[in-house]
C-alpha cells in the first residue's frame, strides 16, 4: 500500500473487509487455487470465520493500514455498495468527496493517488535500477 | 441470449465463470445511491481481534478518510 505510505501523514486510512468476492462455495476462481500463496477459502457464515480469514489476511501481508471488518449484517458493504471492491474518500466534514467505480475494472487506486496529490502534493518515487548485465 | 452467454463468458474469463457472475455476483453489484457531496454513512464495525467495536466515523480525525472496500479471494 504504497499510497497510504504516501500520504498517511496527510490523510486517515481505514480499510473494510467485506464478504468474500469468490469464495470456494460460490464463485470461485482457479487463479486463487493455482497460485502458490494459495487463497481458498468458503463464504464466512459466522463473524468468527470473517475475522479469522481478516487476520490470515493481514498477517500473511503485514498489512499495514488500519482495518475494519464488516458485520454479519454486511451494514458497510450495503451502505457503500462496496461489493466486490471499492474506494472511497471522505472530506473533513464527513462528506463523499471521491466514489470509485465498482471493481474489478472500475477500481482505480491511481483515483485516489490522484485526489491526494492534488491535495497535498505528489509523492514520487525513484524507479528500480535495472540490474546490470555482467 | 447465446451471444450474451458468450460475450458474457469472454467477459468473465470462461463458461463456469459467467454462471458464478450471474448467480454470485451480479446480485451483489451495483452502483449505490451515494453520490460526491453526500453525507458518508456510518457503519460499524469490527476490529481484528473480533470484539473491539468501532464506527466508521471514529476514523476520521478532522482530516480525509480513505475508505479501502475488499475481501481476501
Not at chain 2, 464495525?45 to 473491539?52: N, P, R, S
Amino acid at each position: 500500500m504504497q499510497i497510504y505510505d504516501d500520504y498517511k501523514d496527510h490523510a486517515d486510512f481505514l480499510t473494510i473487509y467485506i464478504r468474500e468476492a469468490h469464495p470456494l462455495d460460490e464463485w470461485r476462481m482457479k487463479s486463487n487455487e493455482k497460485d502458490k500463496d494459495d487463497v481458498c477459502y468458503v463464504q464466512p457464515r459466522t463473524l468468527a470465520q470473517r475475522v479469522a480469514i481478516a487476520n490470515d489476511f493481514t498477517q500473511r501481508f503485514k498489512f499495514p493500514v488500519p482495518f475494519g471488518i464488516d458485520e454479519m449484517n454486511n451494514a458497510a458493504n450495503s451502505a457503500y455498495a462496496a461489493w466486490p471492491e471499492r474506494l472511497y474518500i471522505l472530506d473533513e466534514s464527513g462528506r463523499i468527496s471521491y466514489k470509485g467505480g465498482n471493481g474489478p475494472f472500475q477500481y482505480d487506486p491511481k483515483e485516489v493517488r490522484a485526489w491526494l496529490a492534488q491535495r497535498y502534493g505528489e509523492v514520487k518515487h525513484a524507479e528500480p535500477a535495472a540490474e546490470k548485465k555482467s | 441470449m447465446v451471444l450474451a452467454y458468450v460475450g458474457l463468458s469472454i467477459l468473465a474469463g470462461g463458461p463456469k465463470d459467467a454462471i458464478g457472475m450471474l448467480r454470485f455476483a451480479l446480485p451483489y453489484m451495483h452502483r449505490g445511491k451515494l453520490k460526491v457531496g453526500d453525507s458518508a454513512p456510518d457503519a460499524q464495525l469490527v476490529a481484528l481481534d473480533g470484539a473491539t467495536r468501532f464506527h466508521i466515523r471514529e476514523r476520521s480525525n478532522r482530516r480525509p478518510l480513505v475508505l479501502v472496500f475488499g475481501s481476501f479471494t
